[in-house]
C-alpha cells in the first residue's frame, strides 16, 4: 500500500519538480545539473524498478529480465531520435544546436511515459516549441540556444497526464 502510493504520487510528483526546476534552469543559464537529473532519472526509474510488472509491454510472455530490456529500449526511443538529429545537425552546421542535457533529459523523462510514448513526446515537443522558436527569431538579432528542456517537460506531463485512450484518438497509428 505504501509502495503504491510511492509509484502513483510521490515519484509522478518529484518528477514534476525536477523538471519545473530544470526548466527553469534551462531557461535562466541553459544549463544542465548532474544533481538535478539524477533526481529526475530516480523519480521515473523507480515505479519500473518496484513494480516492473506496471510498466512492461508483455506480461508474463518473457523473462522479466528481458520485459525489462524491452521497457529500456522503447523508454529510449525519444532519446534515440534526438541523439540522431543532434549528429545530423551536427554534420550539417559543424555546431552542437542539441545540447546534452536536452539529450538526458529526453532518456530520463522518457521512462514514466507509457511504453513507447518517448518519440511522441519528442514530436510534441517540436511542435510546442516551433511557436516560440519563430517569434524568438523574427524578434530577435542576436542567435541565442532555444531552452528546450521547459518544451520537453511540458509534452511529457502532457503525455503522462492525459488518458492514453484520447492520445490513441490524437495519433491512432501510436
Known amino acids: 500500500r505504501n509502495m503504491d502510493f510511492f509509484i502513483r504520487h510521490i515519484c509522478p510528483t518529484g518528477a514534476f519538480v525536477c523538471s519545473a526546476i530544470m526548466s527553469w534552469r534551462d531557461i535562466q543559464t541553459r544549463e544542465v545539473i548532474d544533481r538535478e537529473l539524477a533526481w529526475l532519472s530516480f523519480f521515473t526509474i523507480m515505479p519500473t524498478a518496484v513494480a516492473p510488472e506496471s510498466q512492461t509491454l ?3 510472455a518473457l523473462p522479466l529480465w528481458m ?10 526511443g525519444g532519446a534515440l531520435i534526438l541523439c540522431s538529429i543532434a549528429v545530423l545537425a551536427r554534420a550539417a552546421t559543424g555546431k552542437d544546436l542539441i545540447g546534452k542535457g536536452d539529450l538526458l533529459f529526453t532518456l530520463a523523462i522518457g521512462f514514466m511515459l507509457p511504453c513507447h510514448y518517448s518519440p511522441l513526446m519528442l514530436c510534441i515537443a517540436f511542435l510546442l516549441a516551433l511557436p516560440f522558436s519563430l517569434t524568438c527569431l523574427l524578434a530577435q538579432k542576436t542567435k541565442r540556444p532555444l531552452p528546450f528542456i521547459p518544451f520537453l517537460a511540458i509534452s511529457a506531463f502532457l503525455m503522462h497526464w492525459v488518458p492514453t485512450s484520447f492520445i490513441g484518438l490524437l495519433f491512432p497509428s501510436w
Do not use: D, E, I, P
Open 58 to 60: 508483455t506480461q508474463g
Open 67 to 76: 520485459q525489462q530490456t524491452v521497457t529500456l529500449l522503447s523508454a529510449s
